[in-house]
């Protein structure tokens, strides 16, 4: 069976925009040599994503911590590590994939 890939994912934006505030986005480099491809840096409603990332590394990675921002802007915080890690993979992978629909 052949893969369709669909539509191009446009490039990364700026910013976001959420009930609770805009949040910059921005890429550096040397994220991934740190261990992560992106961070939310919550006091400063920031998102930023490691500029070495292909299109759809940094969509993954922008929605991954978009729904960090979320997730801290509704005020969730019983959620374990791991259970917020996996929400944000889940909905970030859910959310790429969807947009790549033809």
């Known amino acids: ?47 930023v994503i ?8 940094a969509w993954l990675t922008l929605y991954h911590e978009w729904v960090h921002a979320v997730l801290a802007d509704a005020g969730v915080t019983e959620l374990t590590k791991k259970m917020e890690e996996d929400c944000c993979n889940a909905i970030a992978a859910a959310l790429v994939y969807g947009k790549r629909q033809p």
């Not at 740190?34 to 006091?43: I, P, R, S, V």
């Not at 490691?50 to 590394?57: I, P, V, W």
């Open 1 to 47: 069976m052949t893969q369709k890939t669909g539509k191009p994912l446009p490039p990364i934006p700026n910013a976001v925009h959420l009930p609770a505030g805009e949040v910059s986005v921005t890429r550096q480099k040397g994220l991934q040599a740190k261990g992560t491809a992106g961070l939310f840096l919550w006091g400063e409603r920031s998102i």
């Open 50 to 57: 490691d500029s070495g990332l292909g299109r759809t590394a």
